[in-house]
């Protein structure tokens, strides 16, 4: 099997924010040593997004622009490096709500240009690539879809009749700190959405796809919850190869054991692949790597039908993630 990947793969990668950002700096960082012509398409998670102070905001999107970018918080993981929130503390002085989300100077700019844009009748598609001319990350960043999807959760409220209420998805991250049970997830929107421009094409005219290790349920989980996603994904001769997110039985970063356990999913790297499920059972898996400390679930991923490796999966540096990418392409032989 290649240890490297063929001159102008072509890679289109499925992801959420910080997870899939920073793991996408060691994939160009592997391909740009090893296939300097390999392409890069990035579908986005746009099921985060929300309205506040009446500008259009996209996490993931964001991220992922900034972070390639080099533009990112690297302390955060998010948001604007050399950032003021003098609007915020304008905002809060007002009493303007909601004060549990800030947006910082400079980001709020992005956020301006992007809400003018659709103001003037531009699609989402339309106004990201707009925005990546100024941040140049290196990619084709794609939002999954056009349309609007917000995702929800629901929590329980003694307050409200039938005990329960659903909330933004932004709330229950940001003002609760997923502190609460979340007794469902409701993406509004995602059953009419449809996959943006050219999302489709990269993915059935990718080498390889990769599912990064991003939150299965309100990330990746969105992204292949628009139809016509999920039927790239079944239709594509290109393999599908995921990371877990889940390393010896928790997340490294989020909330997904608290959503995977509202679901009833187990919190675990086996866990998640049977979630995703293999593509000989209708699934989305040709491949999935977990990490060293979960070894002792290939054999269970095996017999699920999804070829599996145990590798160190803990982005600690750019060297570790090129060698996650590495692993991930090697192990369906890209």
């Known amino acids: 099997m290649p240890h490297d990947a063929p001159t102008g793969t072509r890679v289109t990668v499925l992801s959420g924010g910080v997870g899939g950002a920073r793991f996408m700096q060691g994939l160009l960082q592997h391909l740009a040593a090893r296939d300097p012509a390999a392409t890069v398409t990035v579908v986005a998670n746009t099921a985060d997004d929300i309205w506040l102070h009446g500008l259009k905001v996209c996490p993931d999107l964001d991220t992922v622009m900034y972070t390639l970018g080099g ?187 608290q959503l995977l356990t509202g679901l009833g999913i187990e919190v675990s790297a086996a866990g998640v692949a049977e979630h995703y499920g293999s593509r000989r059972d209708g699934g989305l898996l040709d491949g999935w790597l977990v990490d060293e400390r979960d070894a002792g679930d290939v054999a269970r991923i095996e017999a699920a039908g999804i070829p599996c490796r145990a590798v160190p999966l803990m982005m600690t540096d750019h060297d570790a993630t090129a060698a996650m990418a590495a692993a991930a392409l090697e192990l369906v032989g890209r």
């Not at 003018?116 to 531009?122: H, K, N, R, S, V």
């Not at 106004?127 to 329980?156: F, K, N, Y």
């Not at 509004?188 to 990269?202: E, F, N, Q, R, Y």
């Open 71 to 257: 533009g990112i918080d690297t302390a955060r993981g998010w948001g604007r490096t050399d950032e003021t929130w003098h609007a915020k503390e304008e905002l809060a002085a007002y009493g303007v709500e909601p004060t549990w989300f800030g947006l910082g100077d400079r980001d709020l700019a992005t956020h301006l240009v992007r809400t003018q844009m659709l103001d003037a009748g531009y699609p989402l598609s339309d106004v990201t690539r707009a925005l990546c001319r100024r941040w140049q990350p290196g990619v084709e960043l794609l939002p999954m879809s056009d349309d609007r999807v917000e995702t929800h959760i629901v929590v329980d409220d003694a307050d409200e009749p039938s005990g329960q209420r659903a909330i933004h998805f932004q709330e229950y991250w940001i003002r609760l700190g997923a502190q609460v049970p979340a007794r469902a997830v409701v993406p509004v929107g995602l059953d009419a959405a449809t996959a943006a421009p050219g999302v489709v094409d990269a993915i059935t005219a990718a080498d390889v796809v990769v599912l990064p290790p991003s939150n299965p349920v309100v990330s990746i989980g969105t992204i292949v919850g628009v139809r016509e996603i999920r039927d790239a994904l079944a239709a594509t001769p290109a393999p599908v190869v995921g990371l877990s997110p889940i390393v010896a039985g928790a997340h490294v970063r989020g909330m997904a054991a």
